[in-house]
């Protein structure tokens, strides 16, 4: 989830073309319709439509062709959009032509699972250095590549022109990490460590937060809960209202 | 994040009270504050002011106003909140008075780093099981946990009461685990698997997507890059409009 979003304006007069500067959400949405064009792209389709792009994707089709309209893409009546095309569009959108080198701070159980997640590489993304402060762990090998003293960050930082930082260490020290990250130049981390951090304003932060996720469905479960309580206190039914299993998931 | 939201209703009419339905946006955010309210509740404050709070939250305070008058909360003018009150009813909010009964589905490098994460048990979410369809893995322990085999779970979810599963397989057997989560009586789910889930409308699902959180950051920089390039093509030099390191995060 996004931590903080700071307002831009487009390029600058000069020749420089505008980047359109797209709502957060919007933002989210467009791996996954990548992913779902991907999918119909290796079925052999040239075309979808909005409607089943969306299905694919898990949405509402005119959140879809509103999310797409940001990208100056409107698709066809009567036909929809060009895969291979709107395939281009997003992923020039989202920048994954470029190879972008990744750092990981903090070496624990997560990181380790992280290190040696597969689906960075498959994306374009390079995990370049692992960091920890555990002179312990310094000098341990995984996934090819050996565990640096943090000391190390800015130099290495500067030789491999790291721009994505992920921190996955205890809470506790995931301040003093971003500001190492942020003063050896990298402007976007991705935070699994709980808590809110500060950073300058051309620094981006996605974070993840395991603990947020359960208390969100934790609210959802309460809710259902008491949707399903009867008068007098008694709770229905473990299974109250379940549908067959093979319905489709309603849009959002 | 979110993956569906289904619409629900207040509590039917016959002494059961109305759960409000809270947008999704404001219910993530919920953690954030109880999270900067513990926080506060340490240092001995008793009071804090709608600012105060929404800036240890890392929101703007008009936001947090709105998010907390859903919870019919509204502060003092001039005074703010009180902590323990506003504690007790985000807690209760989030449902997170009961303990409820979490398993997880797939037990390798991330399986194995959330079935040690201390976080959840720290916010009363118990695991209480552990599955995989790997007969090497199967009878292991881990955490105090013996790894079971896949085939257990409806009878292991009903003996636990298990209300939330947590996916971390591979992408190719997500739908399948969450359909025999389903099928087992388990109504939230917590998906680490790139994907999108169909489950039934009672069935409410977050997602963690690290590829999806790796592409919204590769967007950032695309836009951030692209904002800097100067006319000719030249890009700017590497760290332009770098703010002091102490400077607060603005909020969103």
């Known amino acids: 989830m996004s ?3 700071h307002g ?5 007069a000069g020749g420089v073309p505008a980047f359109p500067d797209l709502p957060e959400a919007t933002i989210a949405r467009l791996p996954e319709y990548l992913r779902a064009l991907h999918h119909l792209a290796e079925t052999g389709a040239e075309t ?18 509103k999310d797409l309209s940001h990208l100056g893409s409107y ?6 959009y060009d895969v291979s095309l709107l395939v281009a569009q997003i992923e020039y959108i989202l920048g994954l032509d470029e190879n972008r080198a ?22 374009g993304f390079r995990v370049v250095a692992l960091f920890d402060t555990d002179p312990r762990k310094v000098g341990e090998q995984i996934n090819g590549l050996t565990v640096r003293h943090i000391d190390d960050l800015e130099r290495i ?7 994505i930082g992920v921190i996955a260490t205890p809470p506790g020290t995931a301040q003093t990490v971003a500001d ?8 976007s981390i991705l935070n699994f460590a709980p808590g809110v951090l500060s950073v300058p304003s051309n620094v981006d932060v996605r974070k993840v937060d395991l603990a947020i996720e359960l208390q969100i469905l934790s609210f959802h479960e309460h809710r259902k809960a008491s949707l399903t309580a009867l ?10 209202d379940k549908l067959p299993d093979n319905q489709k998931a309603v849009g959002s």
């Not at 930082?157 to 721009?163: D, G, L, V």
């Open 180 to 187: 190492a990250l942020v003063a050896a130049g990298v402007t």
């Open 157 to 163: 930082a500067a030789e491999e022109s790291i721009a």
């Open 231 to 240: 008068p007098g206190g008694r709770s229905a039914a473990a299974s109250p």
């Open 48 to 65: 979808v439509s909005s409607e089943g792009l969306a299905a694919a994707a898990g949405v509402n089709s005119a959140k879809l062709r």
């Open 75 to 80: 698709g066809t009546r009567g036909v929809g």
């Open 102 to 123: 990744v750092c990981l701070v903090g070496v624990g159980n997560l990181g380790h699972a992280l290190a040696g997640y597969a689906g960075f590489a498959s994306r």
């Open 8 to 12: 831009s304006t487009p390029g600058e």
């Open 3 to 5: 931590q903080q979003r």
